[in-house]
């Protein structure tokens, strides 16, 4: 079978000091991209200069104000012309050379399946909660889900992330593409192609380090945006809920830091708990005040 043309979209703000790294990672690739794109929020460090390093790569340049997670994405998409378009985030470290290869590999194997996304692994400076977390979210089980699977999977059956993920460009065109928003662009669209007949997968075999630990302000603040798009596209996203996930993740998170005899950490898994849920309450909040006018 031919190797399909991969494209790579990666967004960058100041980015000097990871960006010469993940390039030179993603050129070792056993799949190798047919084009790489950069698409620089005007960076006032050397970002530019350690893109161009790498004379197979594009670099595009847009105004900082301008950058929307949505619209920036699929700007960028229409740039390219990869059968299958692929996202990273800057701060996203492949694990392993085979990286895109098995990231791709179910749009590949199954017509159906428009998105893959991988697993996001904790960086060596994550904090304990932190790594719990990405546990949590990211297992280490594949899944691929479709409409009938809402009734199982919930709010996670249009479980998807830039950070690291692959589009089939010609289901991603037919469906309108990313919606103008500032955040879970992927979810979004990951309702759009399941809405649509097609599916969803998840490929724990493709691997990358990233993780934050955001402080409590941080995670309120993430958390507000991330409710006011789940509050106002409630109904793309088919009514399904998140919080009996929530629920889960807490619980989880907490027992186990309880078993290992983390009690600071336990304390501070609580306090970005309740920054995660006052933030996302805060959100629905305004969106609903605005839906409202």
């Given at each position: 079978?031919?190797?399909?043309?991969?494209?790579?979209?990666?967004?960058?703000?100041?980015?000097?000091?990871?960006?010469?790294?993940?390039?030179?990672?993603?050129?070792?690739?056993?799949?190798?991209?047919?084009?790489?794109?950069?698409?620089?929020?005007?960076?006032?460090?050397?970002?530019?200069?350690?893109?161009?390093?790498?004379?197979?790569?594009?670099?595009?340049?847009?105004?900082?104000?301008?950058?929307?997670?949505?619209?920036?994405?699929?700007?960028?998409?229409?740039?390219?012309?990869?059968?299958?378009?692929?996202?990273?985030?800057?701060?996203?470290?492949?694990?392993?050379?085979?990286?895109?290869?098995?990231?791709?590999?179910?749009?590949?194997?199954?017509?159906?399946?428009?998105?893959?996304?991988?697993?996001?692994?904790?960086?060596?400076?994550?904090?304990?909660?932190?790594?719990?977390?990405?546990?949590?979210?990211?297992?280490?089980?594949?899944?691929?889900?479709?409409?009938?699977?809402?009734?199982?999977?919930?709010?996670?059956?249009?479980?998807?992330?830039?950070?690291?993920?692959?589009?089939?460009?010609?289901?991603?065109?037919?469906?309108?593409?990313?919606?103008?928003?500032?955040?879970?662009?992927?979810?979004?669209?990951?309702?759009?192609?399941?809405?649509?007949?097609?599916?969803?997968?998840?490929?724990?075999?493709?691997?990358?380090?990233?993780?934050?630990?955001?402080?409590?302000?941080?995670?309120?603040?993430?958390?507000?945006?991330?409710?006011?798009?789940?509050?106002s596209h409630s109904d793309e996203l088919m009514g399904a809920s998140e919080i009996g996930e929530g629920g889960k993740l807490v619980k989880a998170v907490s027992a186990q830091l309880l078993r290992e005899g983390r009690v600071g950490e336990f304390f501070l898994f609580g306090i970005d708990c309740a920054a995660r849920f006052l933030g996302n309450r805060a959100g629905r909040a305004e969106a609903r005040k605005v839906m409202k006018k």
């Amino acid at each position: 079978m031919c190797q399909p043309t991969i494209s790579v979209i990666i967004p960058t703000l100041n980015a000097e000091n990871e960006i010469d790294q993940l390039l030179s990672l993603l050129e070792r690739q056993t799949l190798t991209p047919s084009e790489i794109l950069v698409v620089d929020s005007s960076s006032d460090d050397n970002t530019a200069a350690e893109v161009k390093k790498h004379p197979s790569t594009s670099l595009m340049v847009i105004d900082r104000s301008s950058f929307n997670h949505g619209g920036t994405r699929d700007l960028a998409f229409r740039k390219t012309t990869g059968e299958i378009v692929c996202f990273l985030t800057q701060d996203a470290i492949p694990e392993n050379s085979d990286y895109l290869e098995k990231l791709v590999r179910p749009i590949l194997d199954n017509p159906e399946v428009a998105l893959s996304s991988g697993r996001q692994l904790p960086k060596s400076d994550a904090r304990r909660f932190e790594q719990l977390v990405r546990s949590f979210n990211y297992p280490d089980y594949a899944s691929v889900r479709g409409k009938e699977d809402l009734s199982i999977y919930g709010i996670k059956t249009f479980f998807a992330s830039d950070v690291c993920s692959a589009y089939r460009r010609r289901a991603y065109i037919a469906c309108g593409g990313f919606p103008q928003v500032v955040t879970n662009e992927d979810m979004l669209m990951a309702a759009r192609f399941i809405d649509n007949g097609y599916k969803v997968a998840y490929v724990p075999a493709a691997t990358v380090f990233h993780s934050h630990n955001l402080k409590p302000s941080q995670q309120y603040e993430r958390n507000k945006a991330i409710g006011s798009i789940l509050e106002s596209h409630s109904d793309e996203l088919m009514g399904a809920s998140e919080i009996g996930e929530g629920g889960k993740l807490v619980k989880a998170v907490s027992a186990q830091l309880l078993r290992e005899g983390r009690v600071g950490e336990f304390f501070l898994f609580g306090i970005d708990c309740a920054a995660r849920f006052l933030g996302n309450r805060a959100g629905r909040a305004e969106a609903r005040k605005v839906m409202k006018k």
